[in-house]
């Protein structure tokens, strides 16, 4: 009789608890959408950074300012000049009427780069070897520097095979260039996964080592650990709601990545929703970490915002190449769980390849999940006894 009666109460209490879940669920709702600067970081945030990655943050070479002394004045050097000014490279400046007015503009920084064709390039673009031109670039930045002198290279060499495309030099290599996966050069592409992994690292982590750490400031934490409501549970209420919004999050920022900067999901999309429910608990278990190593909420916010963004930023890999960092450095990367999911991004997003090719990359996401949140959970059972 006893063990029909605990069979039988058995659902009643499970019923129970999970209504309990559900209204603590519920006020931390009302507690996000109350607080207007956790308002401001969920959806600000995220708009803000895809926005100003996607636009101004660019690594392309655009708008360049280039001024031309055109020597030769003939047909050949004014198409040159309508290639040149047709381009979205260039920003093309007044022309140059002396040579010694050159240094003035770029100490005044009209201009990045002078292209200066001789009096006789119509009569050597007939021949064999070609014509020859100067350009003149301001190297401080050499990056730029050498980009855009490469565009110019290109811009009279195609003209040239443009006239004479029958013409084979002696000795002549043509290299032919193909780029995979980004063939129409869209600079968003480098910058949208790792935006997307430097929002949830940030977001996600941040509101939940917060949102704990408001409850211990207010006093309210005492209130909820003498009540029926069991610690483990007080984690998962706290957690869920942000994983609810980080997750609305994400298909905003695909939505912003497809329609306004152009960017293809070429891979599956259910997948790529699992590893980023995947990344957002791993971040989430970090957040509930830092809120039981700290009692402030400002301290919970310097750590996770600070301490995570920063590492995201510089060690994913996004801004810089990993492999032009010291070993040391690259061996840090290897702890942070924002570096596996931007390149589980690329590989889904960007290649459209499938799990096969991240699976790696997946379990030790997970691996960091179950790490962190199993940390957190101990912390957080250690701090009550």
């Not at 603590?24 to 507690?31: N, Q, S, V």
């Not at 240094?103 to 009209?110: H, M, P, T, V």
């Not at 009279?156 to 006239?163: E, H």
């Not at 982590?205 to 007080?234: C, D, H, N, Q, Y």
Request: with cysteine; proline share 4%; aromatic share 12%.
């Amino acid at each position: 009789m006893k063990f029909f009666m605990n069979w039988h109460e058995m659902p009643k209490e499970r019923l129970t608890n999970m209504k309990k879940l559900l209204a603590f669920i519920r006020k931390e709702f009302y507690h996000v959408f109350r607080d207007k600067r956790t308002l401001l970081i969920l959806f600000g945030l995220p708009v803000v950074q895809i926005i100003l990655f996607g636009f101004a943050l660019s690594n392309e070479v655009k708008n360049i300012g280039i001024a031309i002394q055109d020597n030769s004045r003939d047909i050949h050097t004014e198409n040159i000049i309508r290639k040149i000014q047709s381009s979205s490279y260039f920003k093309v400046e007044a022309p140059i009427l002396n040579y010694k007015d050159i240094e003035n503009r770029f100490k005044d920084g009209s201009i990045k780069c002078a292209v200066i064709f001789p009096s006789n390039f119509s009569s050597d673009l007939q021949r064999s070897g070609g014509a020859k031109t100067q350009l003149i670039a301001d190297a401080s930045d050499p990056n730029t520097a050498t980009i855009v002198t490469n565009y110019l290279t290109s811009i009279v060499y195609d003209y040239q095979q443009q006239l004479n495309p029958t013409t084979q030099l002696n000795y002549q290599i043509v290299t032919e260039i193909r780029q995979l996966y980004n063939e129409e050069q869209n600079g968003s592409l480098n910058f949208i996964p790792g935006v997307i992994a430097l929002i949830f690292m940030i977001v996600s982590t941040a509101l939940t080592s917060v949102s704990v750490v408001r409850e211990k400031e207010l006093g309210t934490m005492e209130i909820l650990l003498v009540s029926p409501f069991k610690p483990i549970m007080v984690l998962i209420a706290k957690a869920i709601p942000y994983l609810v919004l980080s997750l609305i999050n994400f298909i905003l920022i695909l939505f912003l990545s497809v329609y306004l900067l152009h960017v293809e999901i070429k891979g599956s999309f259910l997948l790529l929703f699992a590893e980023s429910i995947l990344f957002i608990i791993t971040c989430l278990s970090l957040g509930l970490l830092i809120s039981n190593v700290t009692d402030s909420q400002q301290t919970a916010m310097l750590i996770s915002m600070m301490g995570m963004m920063l590492p995201t930023l510089i060690l994913t890999g996004f801004m810089f190449p990993l492999e032009n960092m010291p070993w040391i450095f690259r061996m840090v990367s290897h702890i942070l769980p924002s570096r596996y999911y931007y390149t589980i991004v690329k590989a889904v997003m960007l290649k459209g390849l499938g799990f096969e090719f991240v699976w790696k990359e997946t379990l030790i996401l997970a691996g960091m999940a179950i790490f962190l949140l199993a940390i957190a959970l101990k912390k957080f059972k250690i701090r009550l006894s």
